[in-house]
């Protein structure tokens, strides 16, 4: 589960890094102003916000995913923990009984 979250994250970031940024700063580079937009801008404008609903859309599912990461492997180092621990306390209860015989 791990490397598919991880890998999904990458995915992601590429998605909205390359995929979305590129074009955003382009149209942002285009539009006049978007307080008081002139007629072409306003094209423009309409398409940066579509891109910027998806870039937003993209980033929390990200985030999403990093923060199901960060439990999954929580869980997993919790797990792994506690098994090596009872796995110790059996060692050293089969040593201190081998002492004793």
């Known amino acids: 589960a791990g490397l ?3 890998c999904s994250m990458i995915c992601l970031w590429i998605g909205y ?13 285009t539009i006049t102003s978007f307080d008081m937009p002139d007629a072409a801008s306003r094209v423009h404008i309409a398409t940066f916000r579509v891109y910027h609903t998806w870039y937003s859309r993209l980033v929390i599912t ?7 990461l960060m439990i ?10 506690l098994y090596y621990k009872a796995l110790h306390q059996e060692y050293l209860a089969s040593a201190a ?3 004793h015989t």
């Open 17 to 29: 890094a390359i995929g979305i940024t590129l074009p955003m700063n382009t149209l942002r580079n």
């Open 72 to 81: 999954t492997q929580t869980h997993l180092f919790i797990k792994n923990y």
């Open 62 to 68: 990200n985030l999403l995913a990093g923060i199901a």
């Open 4 to 6: 598919g979250l991880l």
């Open 97 to 99: 009984h081998t002492e």
